[in-house]
């Protein structure tokens, strides 16, 4: 199982954009997904996340202003970025919840993506 994100870049504070984060391989089921962000010199921390049911949490720091979505027929997650800050500039990294192949076995794990950088200039 694999989960490629993009999307991010450079930024101007005010901005917005989009990630995507598209998952592949051996999944039978996904239940939620996500983001996290490492801001630099800090602990990677929550974003936001969706249920399968479509439910969405969101970190305070986010909320009215990030928007996470998913397509389960593309086996996507995204993420919408409004009124971008500076202190928002991160590596963002999804993450899926998922019954899938693993070392040989279907296993329940979370699988995550590489990050993606996002800069936020002011």
């Known amino acids: 199982v694999q989960l490629q994100a993009s999307g991010g870049g450079l930024v101007q504070a005010g901005g917005s954009t989009r990630l995507s984060c598209k998952a592949s391989?051996?999944?039978?089921?996904?239940?939620?997904m996500g983001w996290y962000r490492q801001i630099q010199g800090k602990e990677r921390e929550f974003v936001a996340s969706?249920?399968?049911?479509?439910?969405?949490t969101y970190a305070d720091s986010v909320q009215g202003r990030f928007s996470a979505s998913r397509d389960d027929a593309k086996m996507t997650v995204y993420l919408q970025m409004n009124s971008l800050k500076v202190e928002d500039t991160a590596v963002y990294y999804c993450?899926?919840?998922?019954?899938?192949?693993?070392?040989?076995?279907?296993?329940?794990?979370?699988?995550w993506g590489q990050g993606t950088l996002v800069t936020v200039s002011s």
């Open positions: 391989g051996r999944i039978q089921m996904m239940s939620d």
């Open positions: 969706v249920t399968f049911s479509g439910r969405t």
């Open positions: 993450y899926v919840d998922l019954y899938g192949l693993r070392d040989g076995d279907y296993q329940n794990y979370r699988a």
